[in-house]
């Protein structure tokens, strides 16, 4: 079991930067591929970032590819993303996720964060 809680969700002017963290529980954090999804409302959940177990590897959708940066920390058992350049189209519930495979569909995770909100204004 891996219980996810992410931070550091807020409101921020279009342009601007967040950096959000998921500290997860266990000692298994390091087995993992972590990644971030969002869910604006009336919207299908949209996959944002992935890293591998290690950190090797990361993978991000052309929507944000270039503004935000996915890494981690396995000493800390965290995961963070760093939004830069946001948008008003990037306002959603921010999600992190677990998984064993280095994927970008959701039905690859199997562990879930309850979320944080961003809100990007214009």
């Known amino acids: 079991q891996v219980q996810l809680v992410e931070s550091g969700g807020g409101l921020v002017q279009a342009g601007g930067s967040l950096r959000l963290s998921c500290a997860a529980s266990?000692?298994?954090?390091?087995?993992?591929?972590m990644g971030w999804f969002r869910q604006a409302p009336g919207k299908e959940r949209e996959f944002v970032a992935a890293?591998?177990?290690?950190?090797?590897?990361?993978y991000y959708p052309d929507s944000v590819k270039g503004r935000f940066t996915i890494s981690r920390d396995n000493a800390k058992n965290t995961v963070y993303l760093q939004m830069n350049s946001l948008k008003p189209e990037d306002t959603a519930v921010y999600c992190c996720?677990?998984?064993?495979?280095?994927?970008?569909?959701?039905?690859?995770?199997?562990?879930w964060g309850q979320g944080t909100q961003v809100t990007v204004s214009s």
């Open positions: 996720a677990a998984g064993q495979t280095f994927a970008c569909t959701t039905a690859n995770y199997s562990y």
């Open positions: 266990g000692r298994t954090f390091s087995r993992y591929v």
């Open positions: 890293i591998s177990w290690n950190g090797g590897n990361t």
